[in-house]
């Protein structure tokens, strides 16, 4: 089984962050992984993007041009990409921030009001997160254990007070 | 009585250089610091391309041999891996003020606990006499057949005035060896370079008017006489910058 | 064994130094390799060692210069422009047989040319990287583990041999995150101890050392060249470094370094599971180049396919070691794009890959 994410919106969104979450997701469940971000002179603002594979295989390209999950933040991204999935693969919308809709019949789209979602919840800037939980619910991989662990690993201890909201945020787009 | 000898920091090697050419001179108040100093055993030298090159073979102590104008950010290199050592630079002006002027700017500007000896006969010598940074305004050198015409060829390097500037410099102090009440001045400013090394107290350098007989055409009187007339007026003697920049003792 | 983390390859390959014990590190910013500068000036300092930003790429070679001259393990990296700055230094080192480690994360070029990934230097780190007869050992690695592998690896050889080691990655390479683990060793710095030519304070033990390239008498500086080149046939003979996968039956040979190896790998598996005789084969040394080794992974092939980030270097190298006993055709893309695994399965193909 191989798992190969394309994550994309601004930069300041916390896609890389994201990435890296889903990424140690994966370590912690005994898989292969790799994670490669986009970079460029753009900092924040700019577009932004990151390839994660979660696989049971050693892994050769780490670049992912054929996600077989996609997680849009913005409507350049999603123009961008929405094409690119793999048949039979899934996309993440924040359709907040994302205008229009893909006509795609091949692959299953969600639209999460991520975004509106963190607002409402009191979780401003986490739309990520919830995303985040949605596609780990969705491709099963949801050990909650596993994934508290990798939280604590990827959240800096500078803002280990944001535990909890993270956790929350995970469960509300587990459940979205 | 003190007996007149060769310092033990100095080899036994001939030395190369041209009659009346003051580098000797200088290899000598430096070996004689680090003797009196007892520090020949924990010295690093590093040399420099210029004249100087092949110092490595007269000084007694350990040596590394740099590329050209590189020597400030060797002997960067050397202090920051043994900071315990005594690390010194051996340098000509076009070495120091022209290809290496950023390293220099910028180990001083780092402060490092480093000596650097700089000397400035307002040639290239080695190469043949051509115009150095320091050469002087009207000095005919081999690439200024007219005499250097500032219009064109820009002005002087002044190195003491510009290291006077900057926080990280301990000692930056203009000297010569023209006669022996100099040669003495000279000697002493070194030792002093090496004191604020041996504390930790930031980067010396110690600028010595030198002569070139050879490239400027002149009898080794004839060029001590240059020192006086010409160079002297130009690049006064004296302490530019002189005080701690770290580790001060309690007064 | 301590737990994996993930870490992208730039920083694993700066911790990699600290633990193989490099004291000092000298550097200047330069994408895409800045993380190993700020990794370094973070940990250098709780593990009593130095990071100091040069004012210069030519002032961080120098530096190291210096310092191995004085016998410490010591460091500096930057990517393809800064390289081509530090090559006289590099020279330098080389002629005065000093030990070091040089970390090039590839950019696109030639010029300022682009930030992303590429392997254009490959002719400057293997053939052409300064003046003077010399050559300095040259290992790719193509994982983020391998970035840090390679690190305590380059040390040791560098300094068994008395010559500086490059490391060639790429920005791939450096930005990617892998798992990657360190052995959980105390870090201990390195001195001179067994650097018995040392420019480091003779203590009046022994006669002064001195550190120099230079030799004005051509028959002296001659026997230099000559002797140092011994000691590369004695790495040429027992240190070459390659990974072969499906080469036995294998038609048509990939041949890729780096990251583009990986990228072949992937093109290659695919190919191996629509059931075409295809082989991998990866240099990990690029000086020396695994010549035997090809042969050897080739000896069935009626094909070599070498793919690259660049317009076709390393390929003269694979001509050289199979003689040109067969057809070597290249698959590459340049500028910083990365080539697709579908587009070199597509080339495998237009080769006439068969079942």
């Known amino acids: 089984m191989t798992n190969e994410f394309l994550l994309a919106g601004f930069g300041g969104q916390g896609i890389l962050f994201a990435g890296k979450l889903l990424a140690y997701v994966g370590l ?37 041009l054929e996600p077989s999950e996609l997680m849009v933040m913005n409507t350049p991204s999603f123009d961008k990409f929405i094409g690119t999935v793999k048949a039979g693969g899934m996309a993440f919308i924040d359709s907040t921030l994302v205008d229009g809709t893909s006509d795609r019949t091949d ?21 990520n997160i919830i995303l985040t939980g949605k596609i780990l619910k969705e491709i099963g991989l949801d050990d909650m254990a596993v994934i508290e662990k990798a939280l604590q690993k990827v959240i800096p201890p500078k803002k280990a007070n944001l535990l909890d909201a993270n956790l929350n945020a995970l469960k509300l787009g587990m459940n979205a | 009585m003190p007996e007149f000898k060769r310092p033990h920091a100095l080899t036994d090697a001939y030395l190369h250089y041209c009659p009346g050419c003051t580098h000797g001179i200088v290899h000598r108040l430096v070996a004689e610091v680090i003797d009196e100093m007892g520090i020949e055993n924990d010295t690093i030298g590093v040399c420099p391309v210029g004249c100087s090159v092949m110092a490595y073979d ?48 910028h180990a001083a500007t780092r402060g490092e606990n480093i000596t650097v000896i700089f000397i400035n006969n307002t040639t290239y010598g080695m190469t043949g006499g051509q115009m150095a ?37 301990a000692l930056a102090e203009r000297v010569t060896v023209i006669d022996p009440a100099n040669i003495k001045k000279a000697k002493a400013a070194i030792r002093k370079a090496f004191e604020f090394q041996k504390k930790k107290q ?22 001590l006489e240059r020192v006086k007339t010409d160079m002297i007026p130009y690049y006064p003697l004296g302490v530019y910058k002189e005080g701690a920049v770290r580790n001060k003792e309690e007064a | ?35 190993i500068s700020a990794y370094l000036s973070k940990r250098m300092p709780k593990v009593g060692g130095t990071f100091l930003q040069a004012e210069s790429e030519v002032a961080a070679i120098n530096m190291v210069y210096g310092c191995a001259g004085s016998g410490i393990r010591c460091m500096t990296s930057s990517s393809s422009p800064g390289i081509s700055l530090k090559a006289e230094g590099i020279s330098y080192i080389a002629g005065a047989d000093l030990p070091c480690v040089i970390i090039d994360v590839v950019r696109g070029g030639p010029g300022l040319g682009g930030i992303q990934p590429s392997q254009a230097d490959y002719w400057q780190i293997t053939k052409g990287l300064a003046h003077g007869d010399f050559h300095v050992l040259v290992y790719a690695p193509s994982s983020v583990q391998e970035m840090a592998d390679m690190v305590a690896k380059a040390f040791d050889m560098a300094d068994e041999y008395r010559m500086p080691a490059i490391i060639l990655a790429d920005g791939l390479l450096g930005q990617m995150m892998e798992p990657v683990e360190f052995a959980d060793e105390e870090i201990k710095m390195s001195d001179a101890s067994n650097k018995p030519w040392a420019a480091n304070g003779h203590k009046g033990q022994r006669k002064h050392n001195i550190i120099n390239s230079l030799y004005l008498q051509p028959q002296e500086l001659e026997d230099k060249v000559v002797e140092r080149f011994k000691r590369y046939e004695d790495i040429k003979a027992n240190h070459t470094m390659a990974v072969a996968d499906y080469c036995d039956d294998a038609d048509i040979v990939v041949v890729a370094y780096g990251s583009t190896a990986r990228l072949a790998k992937s093109a290659v598996d695919a190919a191996r599971k ?13 000086w020396p180049f695994p010549e035997k080794e090809l042969q050897e992974a080739t000896k069935n092939a009626k094909k070599i396919l070498t793919v690259e980030m660049s317009m076709g270097q390393m390929i003269h190298d694979v001509k050289l070691a199979v003689n040109c006993s067969k057809p070597v055709e290249f698959y590459g893309r340049t500028g910083g794009i990365i080539p697709a695994p579908a587009d070199i399965l597509k080339k495998i193909k237009e080769m006439g890959g068969n079942k």
Request: glycine share 12%.
């Open chain 3, 274 to 286: 629509e059931g075409l005789k295809v082989g991998m084969f990866r240099p990990v040394t690029l």
């Open chain 2, 133 to 169: 940074p320091t050469t002087l305004p009207g000095q005919i050198t081999q690439t200024t057949p007219y005499g250097r015409d500032t219009s064109e060829a820009g002005f002087p390097v002044k190195v003491c005035e510009i290291l006077s500037q900057i926080d990280g410099v």
């Open chain 2, 202 to 223: 930031g980067f010396s350098l110690v600028e010595v008017l030198s002569t070139c007989p050879t490239n400027w055409g002149m009898t080794p009187v004839q060029a």
């Open chain 2, 58 to 105: 007269y000084f007694n102590c350990d040596m590394i041999e740099a590329s050209h104008g590189r020597s400030p950010a060797v002997a960067t290199g050397v202090k920051r891996g043994n900071p315990d050592k005594f690390v010194f630079t051996y340098q000509g002006d076009g070495d120091l003020a022209a290809i290496g002027t950023a390293e220099t700017i």
């Open chain 1, 28 to 64: 912690y469940a005994g898989k292969e992984v790799s994670w490669l971000p986009s970079y460029g002179p753009e900092m924040r603002g700019g577009t932004c993007n990151c390839s994660v594979t979660v696989s049971d295989d050693p892994i050769g390209s780490p670049l992912i």
């Open chain 1, 107 to 127: 692959i299953k789209c969600f639209y999460i009001p991520a975004t509106q979602l963190a607002a409402d919840n009191g979780l401003k800037g986490m739309a």
């Open chain 3, 1 to 35: 064994m301590a737990e994996k983390s993930l870490m992208k390859g730039n920083e694993a390959l700066a911790e990699a130094a600290i633990r193989a014990g490099c004291k000092c590190f000298f550097g200047y910013p330069i994408t895409p390799q800045t993380e």
